[in-house]
C-alpha cells in the first residue's frame, strides 16, 4: 500500500517504492539463514529475535550493541509495543538477555540503550549478567518542551563486558573540541592544534557526550522510522569496543544502523529485525554505502563537536528526493 505524503524536494529521507521494496527485501535473509552452508556474515535477518537468537552460534560475537523497546507505547511499523509494568518489563529485558548472552565470546563487549525509565530496570539487571564499566549518557536533543516537567532530552547507553578482558580503542574516540582560550608555551600551541579552520584539542572521551545530532530530514542517513539513532552514535561504540573484522551484533535493528556503521568501518554484523519495511530500508541504507562511507561529524578519525566540521558545514546542492511525493509502506 502507497501512502501519499508530500516532502520538500530538498528532504533527503531515505524512502522506498513499493518495487523497491520488494527487490531490497528479498535480500534479507530468512530463519533458514541459520541451515547448514549458509552464512550470517553480514546478514539482515527478517525475523523476530526470541526466535533467531537461541539458534545462532555460541561465542561468535565480540560486540553486542542493543536498542530495545524502551517502556512506552510506540508504533514501529505494523507493531504497536505497549507500555508495561515494570516487572513485565524487566521479564522482557530478561528473556532477551538470557537468549544472547550465549552468543558472546568472554572477551565481549556489551552497549544497551534506554531512557531515564527503562535505564533503572537495565541497568540492575545487567549486572546479573555482566561487569558493569560505566552508563553513558549522551544528548538527544530534539521534541518539543514539556510544560509541567523538565524537558527529556538526554539518553543512557549502558556499558558492561563479560569479563576484564575486553577491547578498548580509546585513541579510536577521542573528541576535536574548539580552544576558547589557548595556551602556549614558547609562543607555540600546548596540546592543541592551530588551523586555518580554528584551534583545536583532540580529548579522551568522557561518558556524557554532547556532540550527537539526531537524523533529521536534511541528513542522508534519515528514514521515517521513530526512533532512529544516529550513525555518530554507534560508530563511537564500534570503534571503541571492536577491532577490524569483529563480530558485532544487533537484535533490535530496526533501520540498519549498527550494521551500516559496522560495514563503513570494516566490521562484520548480524542485524534482526521483525519489520520487514525496517529490513528492506536497512538493505537500501547497506547499498549505499557501498559509495559513500562517510559519518556525520566523524572526519579525520577523530569525532567532531557539533556543527563544527567545516566539510560537513559546506553548502552541498541537493538532489529532488527520489521520493518526494511519496512513501510506501507494506499494508
Same mark, same amino acid.
Given at each position: 500500500m502507497v501512502i501519499t505524503k508530500e516532502r520538500s524536494g530538498r528532504n533527503r529521507t531515505i524512502c522506498l517504492s513499493e518495487d523497491d521494496q520488494k527487490h531490497y527485501l528479498d535480500r534479507c535473509a530468512g530463519k533458514n539463514v541459520l541451515g547448514q552452508n549458509n552464512t550470517i556474515d553480514n546478514r539482515i535477518i527478517l525475523a523476530d529475535c526470541f526466535d533467531i537468537l537461541p539458534l545462532l552460534p555460541d561465542s561468535f560475537v565480540d560486540l553486542l550493541i542493543v536498542d530495545p523497546p524502551y517502556n512506552l507505547d510506540k508504533t514501529f511499523g505494523s507493531t504497536k509495543f505497549q507500555k508495561m509494568e515494570s516487572d513485565e518489563y524487566k521479564v522482557f529485558t530478561r528473556k532477551w538477555i538470557e537468549s544472547l548472552v550465549h552468543t558472546l565470546k568472554g572477551t565481549a563487549s556489551i552497549y544497551v540503550c534506554c531512557d531515564w525509565r527503562t535505564s533503572i530496570i537495565i541497568g540492575s539487571l545487567l549486572a546479573d549478567y555482566f561487569i558493569i564499566q560505566n552508563r553513558i549518557t549522551w544528548q538527544r536533543e530534539k521534541g518539543r518542551g514539556a510544560l509541567s516537567n523538565w524537558k527529556n532530552s538526554i539518553e543512557d547507553i549502558w556499558f558492561a563486558t563479560m569479563s576484564s578482558n575486553f577491547t578498548f580503542n580509546v585513541d579510536a574516540v577521542k573528541q576535536r573540541r574548539k580552544v576558547i582560550a589557548p595556551y602556549r608555551i614558547d609562543g607555540k600551541p600546548k596540546d592543541w592544534q592551530e588551523t586555518g579552520e580554528g584551534n583545536f584539542r583532540d580529548t579522551y572521551p568522557?561518558?556524557?557526550?554532547?556532540?550527537?545530532?539526531?537524523?533529521?530530514?536534511?541528513?542522508? !542517513?534519515?528514514?521515517?522510522?521513530?526512533? @532512529? &539513532?544516529?550513525?555518530?552514535?554507534?560508530? $563511537?561504540?564500534?570503534? %571503541?569496543?571492536?577491532? #577490524?573484522?569483529?563480530?558485532?551484533?544487533?537484535?533490535?535493528?530496526?533501520?540498519?544502523?549498527?550494521?551500516?556503521?559496522?560495514?563503513?568501518?570494516?566490521?562484520?554484523?548480524?542485524?534482526?529485525?521483525?519489520?520487514?519495511?525496517?529490513?528492506?530500508?536497512?538493505?537500501?541504507?547497506?547499498?549505499?554505502?557501498?559509495?559513500?562511507?562517510?559519518?556525520?561529524?566523524?572526519?579525520?578519525?577523530?569525532?567532531? !563537536?557539533?556543527?563544527?566540521?567545516?566539510? @560537513? &558545514?559546506?553548502?552541498?546542492?541537493?538532489? $529532488?528526493?527520489?521520493? %518526494?511525493?511519496?512513501? #510506501?509502506?507494506?499494508?
Open positions: 568522557s561518558n556524557f557526550w554532547d556532540d550527537i545530532s539526531i537524523p533529521y530530514w536534511s541528513m542522508p !542517513e534519515n528514514t521515517d522510522h521513530p526512533t @532512529q &539513532k544516529p550513525e555518530k552514535l554507534f560508530a $563511537k561504540l564500534v570503534l %571503541a569496543s571492536s577491532n #577490524s573484522g569483529d563480530m558485532v551484533l544487533d537484535p533490535f535493528v530496526g533501520v540498519g544502523t549498527s550494521s551500516v556503521v559496522c560495514k563503513k568501518l570494516g566490521r562484520r554484523f548480524v542485524g534482526i529485525e521483525m519489520e520487514s519495511q525496517y529490513c528492506a530500508l536497512a538493505e537500501k541504507r547497506l547499498e549505499k554505502a557501498n559509495i559513500d562511507t562517510s559519518i556525520q561529524g566523524y572526519a579525520d578519525n577523530v569525532f567532531w !563537536e557539533r556543527n563544527s566540521l567545516a566539510e @560537513q &558545514k559546506k553548502h552541498v546542492p541537493y538532489k $529532488k528526493n527520489e521520493c %518526494a511525493k511519496q512513501r #510506501s509502506l507494506f499494508a
